[in-house]
């Protein structure tokens, strides 16, 4: 069975940098495409998360967010099973609650849509106070 689970977030301050991890169980990553999402407060009922980063090995491409260009990065550990979301020179507007998720089925587009994506995570979220 295949399992995603999130890790930290937490509070900070505008300006400051936050890792996020995400540890897999029944997958090897280096296999599939990943991305990473959020969900803004207030924003619950809107049917798709944002596509904050989204990368496939198999392809050669990674997308990124506009938002988090040069911000954001992702990366991984493919001995841990674990995928990282290193976050830079966080805003209010990151404010979120952040999933990972895997493509288990080889939809990867390159257009980080969370349709494509088979697995979730639970979510961590990240506040970033002003």
């Known amino acids: 069975e295949v399992q995603l689970v999130e890790s930290g977030g937490g509070l900070v301050q505008a300006g400051d940098s936050l890792r996020l991890s995400c540890a897999a169980s029944g997958l090897t990553f280096g296999d599939y495409a990943i991305g990473w999402f959020r969900r803004a407060p207030g924003k619950e009922r809107e049917k798709e998360p944002e596509g904050v980063i989204c990368f496939s090995r198999r392809a050669g491409s990674t997308y990124y967010a506009n938002s988090v260009k040069g911000r954001f990065t992702i990366s991984s550990d493919n001995a841990k099973k674990t995928v990282y979301l290193q976050m830079n020179s966080l805003k209010p507007e990151d404010t979120a609650v952040y999933y990972c998720?895997?493509?288990?089925?080889?939809?990867?587009?390159?257009?980080?849509?969370?349709?494509?994506?088979?697995?979730w995570g639970q979510g961590t979220q990240v506040t970033v106070s002003s």
């Open positions: 998720a895997v493509d288990l089925s080889g939809s990867y587009s390159g257009l980080c849509r969370d349709y494509e994506y088979d697995y």
